[in-house]
């Protein structure tokens, strides 16, 4: 079964409470986006963000100064990112039989691991503890602790885990569905 995936990228301008106490919203249609297959985006909260492409020979995407720019091409299927702060961000994805975890430290992007056994990845999430996991295919979530070596977190079986978040290192989740 093949899944296909629309993102539109909106910016939102202003979020208030209007006088009767509901939130109001106001967004724009970002059409500068410089491709339009993108599989996950990620802010820092402080008017950057990055954005990764599955198809697009695994874009890496920045958004600074008000404008895209494509950072480096993996060449792997990307379809996870996550950032806390500019110098730690991450990204996710995979190709035919291995999975793949891209770092930088805001010096540029190197690969830090590549695991091999048909493992897809889809999700990733960081913390500002140096925690990180990664999560995809087979039910298996990875973890690192501020260094390029991973392992596994948990084996939940043949579940496919689409992507992960969390509010701190002892609390975080997962979405995907049971095989």
């Known amino acids: 079964m093949k899944f296909s995936l629309l993102l539109v990228i909106l910016t939102l301008l202003q979020v ?4 009767t106490g509901e939130t109001a919203e106001r967004w ?4 500068d986006f410089p491709v339009a297959d993108i599989s996950s985006i990620a802010s820092d909260g402080l008017n950057r963000a990055w954005a990764v492409s599955e198809k697009q020979p695994g874009g890496i995407y920045a958004y600074d100064n008000g404008a895209w720019s494509l950072q480096t091409e ?6 996870g990112i996550d950032a ?28 830090q691991t590549a695991i091999a056994g048909d493992v897809v990845l889809h999700g ?7 925690y990180t996991w990664a999560a995809g295919n ?11 070596f991973w392992t596994i977190h948990t084996d939940t079986g043949d579940d ?7 509010i ?12």
């Open 168 to 179: 701190d290192q002892g609390n975080f989740w997962v979405v995907g569905f049971a095989v």
């Open 84 to 111: 806390y702060g500019d110098d730690r961000i991450y990204a996710a994805g995979y190709t035919q039989h291995t999975g793949f975890i891209y770092y930088n430290d805001g010096t540029g992007w190197v690969l």
């Open 160 to 166: 496919i885990w689409y992507a992960v978040d969390g």
């Open 124 to 130: 990733i999430f960081t913390t500002p503890w140096n």
């Open 28 to 31: 724009t249609h970002s059409t």
């Open 138 to 148: 087979q039910g298996i979530i990875y973890r690192n602790y501020g260094s390029a």
């Open 74 to 79: 993996t060449g792997v299927n990307l379809t």
């Open 16 to 19: 208030f409470l209007s006088p």
